[in-house]
């Protein structure tokens, strides 16, 4: 009779040990999440770099094939905006005025999972115009709030819209 209690007893501290823990699907896709915030932190990153630089093949790397940026849309459209605007700033520069360099922050972000792959991306962004010499301080010249859809293509996230100035909380 002792040896059954003590079995029992055994046997209900370890189912009470054993529920009270995360499976390994749970563990799973705790990580696979992780590992999709940081994926998302790159993209962003990559996104704002790309910006930075005026880099027009960067910039629509970043995008789905159908992604917009406002009422800009499609990669062709997107690769048509950063080309102008760098191709304005080399004419500013041919001209001898050359432009100073071009800062975006993001701040106090939040990235919200829809699904295993689409995900909102929320944050404020502030945006920088750098020193240009000794007269020119560096000065912010714009702040707002974004709300990106993000997708997941391929294993790969990529923004599938833009929007810097929505209207809805």
């Known amino acids: 009779m002792k040896k059954m209690i003590k079995t029992w007893l055994t046997a209900g501290a370890l189912l009470v040990l054993f529920t009270g823990m995360p499976s390994f699907a749970q563990e799973h896709d705790v990580l696979q999440r992780m ?26 790397a970043v995008f789905t094939e159908d992604g917009s940026f406002g009422d800009i849309k499609g990669r062709d459209a997107l690769h048509e905006m950063m080309s102008d605007f760098r191709d304005g700033r080399a004419q500013q520069t041919a001209e001898g005025n050359t432009p ?8 106090n972000y939040w990235t919200e999972f829809i699904s295993p792959t689409h995900a909102r991306h929320h944050a404020y962004w502030v945006t920088y115009f750098g020193a240009n010499g000794p007269d020119s301080p560096a000065r912010m010249i714009a702040v707002g709030r974004g709300v990106d859809d993000l997708v997941k293509v391929n294993g790969q996230w990529l923004i599938q819209s833009r929007n810097v100035a929505p209207t809805a909380e």
Not at 41 to 52: G, I, N, Q, S
Not at 100 to 107: D, I, S, V
């Open 35 to 60: 590992a999709d915030r940081e994926a998302i932190e790159e993209l962003m990153w990559r996104y704002t770099r790309a910006l930075d630089s005026f880099d027009p093949d960067a910039y629509v």
């Open 100 to 107: 100073a360099p071009m800062f975006h922050a993001t701040e």
